[in-house]
């Protein structure tokens, strides 16, 4: 009696929701944000591997999870102050109290304590400025852990 073997189901790609922001699951830790870069398309996936690396050599006791089909960085006990997202032609990162940064991240939002940084294809990265930021917006209180 022969039997059909039943193959492994290939790994599905994570649906990239418009602008192309992949769409991963609310879960807690590195996986969750890794799988979330791995998804991003394009020349972000380089940015995204970049941004990741410089908050983690900044902020070592980083915290890492996806909220609303995003990353998000905080500091255990003092809560979540960074996240990035997927745009069609950019990557928006959020300084959730980017208010308070010296000197300010360069971008308003509807939200007076939230700065961004928005990261075009053929942007440079200024990675010190970037790791100032990440510095001081890790030592502040930020946004409520969920």
Not at 59 to 65: C, F, I, L, Q, Y
Not at 74 to 101: P, R
Not at 121 to 143: C, F, K, M, T, Y
């Amino acid at each position: 009696m022969t039997r059909d073997k039943a193959k492994p189901p290939a790994e599905a790609k994570p649906k990239l929701l418009s602008g192309g922001n992949p769409q991963i699951p609310k879960a807690d830790g590195d996986a969750p944000v890794q799988a979330y870069i791995a998804a991003m398309p394009e020349w972000k996936q380089d940015v995204g591997r970049r941004l990741d690396a410089l908050i983690e050599r900044t902020v070592p006791d980083v915290r890492k999870a996806v909220r609303w089909n995003s990353p998000f960085y905080g500091v255990e006990g003092q809560g979540w102050f960074l996240t990035f997202h997927c745009f069609t032609k950019y990557i928006k990162v959020a300084f959730l109290n980017g208010a308070s940064l010296e000197p300010l991240p360069p971008t308003a939002s509807k939200d007076p304590n939230t700065r961004y940084l928005h990261i075009h294809q053929s942007d440079p990265i200024d990675e010190e400025q970037v790791v100032a930021w990440l510095r001081q917006a890790s030592r502040l209180p930020g946004e409520r852990m969920f």
